[in-house]
């Protein structure tokens, strides 16, 4: 009796929980297509000027056009992002995402004691685009490629500065890096964002820096700056005459930094579901890739599990540069 009894009572149970669902499943449908009822904020965590704020006004500009809502770009500098970081973890308006970076998510984690948010704080929703650094020197400096460079600064160890937008920062690692592939010593300098570095470096204040692509090119292209090597695989169409770090004498060096968006994690699944698709769709957008082409950024666009893999790649990746070159943060 009591056998028959309970199992009466859980087919009613199921019976009332299914004509519920089936009840409330428009309802569900509707919630996740209202979404996002406001603008999306995409956080910077860096000064505008810089390949990042070029990558994200590049997809946002696109994932406006089918989100239904605006998607609009807040630069917030500080910490080397750790501040911005930190901020949208935190967040709980549901509308705020972040470009990640390869100093926020591979070198903060290994360069500070402690950093104020963890990987499983986000949800890595795709790898947006990966801007190869391009290496230049203010065209005072007498040499036109890598090797009269690294000639230049072996003869006067310790003279030359390099500048970039902080302590961890890509231009950070990418010219630390290449300091150990060339065995100079060049000072480094570190600033607040690229924007104020570049003010120093088209002024002479600086001898030196590497940077992402798309915020030198107009500066190449007018005399302002000379590029002496790229960090990429192959030669860039953008700079045809501009040979490779690699076929200046260093075999298999390569130097790229790499923007990807993230949500906070605490987001409904049917959000980043949504964010995911609208964001690939986006970044694989001839529009997008038109615009990152220009300045000679690869559009990516994988998926979320792609990106999360990715991150845990690089991580491993820089782990031994960072210790190595016993990059420090600012103030440290």
Partial sequence: MTDAFSSLTRRQWLATSGAVAL????????????WPTKPLRLVVPFAPGGSSEIVARAVAGEMAKTMGQNVFVDNKPGAAGNIAMQEVANSTDGHTLILGHIGTMAVNPYIFAKV????????????????PSLYVVHP???????????????????????????????GHLAFEYLKMATGIFVVHVPYRGTGPMLTDLLSGRLQAAAVGAPALLQFIKAGKLRCIATGSAQRLPQLPDVPTVAEQGFK??????????????????????????????????????????QDTA????NTGAEFDAFIKAEQARWKPVIARAQIKPDGV
Avoid: C
């Fill in 23 to 34: 009840a409330t499943s428009p309802w569900l449908a509707r919630a996740q297509a209202d």
């Fill in 116 to 131: 104020p948010y963890e990987m499983k704080d986000f949800i890595p929703i795709t790898l947006v685009s990966k801007v």
């Fill in 252 to 293: 298999g060096f390569e130097m790229t930094q790499w923007y990807g968006l993230l949500v906070p994690a605490k987001w409904p699944k049917a959000h980043v579901a949504k964010i995911e698709a609208e964001a690939i769709r986006a970044t694989r957008s001839a529009a997008v890739k038109d615009k990152l082409a």
């Fill in 140 to 170: 005072d400096l007498p040499v036109k490629n890598l090797t009269e460079f690294v000639a230049y600064a072996k003869a006067r160890p310790g003279q030359l500065n390099y500048g970039s937008a902080g302590n961890g920062s890509a």
């Fill in 298 to 301: 690869l559009a990516v666009g």
